[in-house]
């Protein structure tokens, strides 16, 4: 199938999804996550109706930049600081702060460039060894020292990444986790504190995480298919 019927398909069940929670298709943004993925790919989906794209990696943003089409970037992925001074002027949100070393990293750059940069906290609410963020219990901590540290920074929201199931509802208890912080903050509203994003879902588990209350749901397998990940290498 092609990339615009993939995306219709992702766009109905997003929709289904949101209604079952109360909510319309439109309250959750549809993030593309176009890891591996070529420009041409991207600019399909952006003509096919994709207003923000995601990548995991600094240099796939630095490859891609000039060959995509007008559209948000998300970086999706774990950011190293060395690495923040490259994309802080080309993305929109930073959906992977899980330290206050990053933030404060984040925060001067931001400042160099006279901008206020948007984070979300990643929550590692399974506590899984092989995936970064904090822990539920240290994420109150970690928004409070960044609030006070860091003016050129504000916090937008979580993201999460559930473990994977065969079966996605028995990860739906990490998603509700990280939703039961998110709604602790979803009234505050300051300068460094403004939640908007819960970002949690991919293409296994998209379904479920909005039903959980997801607004934003990173999918790239089910709009671009399998990627070759032998490129990786090259």
């Known amino acids: 199938m092609s990339i615009k019927t993939n995306i219709q398909y992702v766009r109905q069940l997003r929709?289904?999804?949101?209604?079952?929670?109360?909510?319309?298709?439109?309250?959750?943004?549809?993030?593309?996550?176009?890891?591996?993925?070529?420009?041409?790919?991207?600019?399909?989906?952006?003509?096919?109706?994709?207003?923000?794209?995601?990548?995991?990696?600094?240099?796939?943003?630095?490859?891609?930049?000039?060959?995509?089409?007008?559209?948000?970037?998300?970086?999706?992925?774990?950011?190293?600081?060395?690495?923040?001074?490259?994309?802080?002027d080309k993305v929109c949100l930073i959906h992977s702060v899980d330290s206050l070393h990053l933030a404060k990293e984040i925060d001067k750059r931001a400042a160099q460039h006279g901008l206020v940069m948007d984070i979300l906290i990643q929550v590692n609410s399974a506590e899984e060894e092989s995936k970064f963020g904090v822990t539920t219990r240290e994420a109150d901590q970690l928004i409070a020292a960044i609030a006070e540290q860091c003016p050129n920074v504000r916090i937008r929201g979580l993201m999460c990444i559930a473990p994977f199931a065969e079966n996605p509802d028995d990860i739906r208890q990490y998603f509700a986790e990280v939703k039961q912080i998110y709604d602790n903050y979803a009234a505050e509203k300051t300068d460094r504190i403004d939640f908007s994003y819960l970002s949690m879902g991919m293409t296994h588990d998209f379904e479920v995480a909005i039903e959980e209350g997801s607004n934003l749901i990173r999918v790239g397998t089910a709009i671009f298919g399998y990627r070759d990940y032998r490129s990786e290498e090259k």
């Not at 209604?19 to 096919?48: F, M, Q, W």
């Open 15 to 88: 929709d289904a999804a949101a209604e079952r929670s109360g909510r319309k298709g439109s309250d959750v943004l549809l993030v593309a996550v176009t890891k591996l993925h070529s420009p041409e790919e991207i600019n399909e989906a952006i003509d096919a109706g994709i207003t923000d794209i995601g990548e995991n990696k600094v240099q796939e943003i630095l490859d891609k930049y000039d060959r995509v089409k007008p559209v948000r970037w998300h970086l999706i992925g774990h950011l190293q600081t060395n690495k923040v001074k490259y994309i802080i």
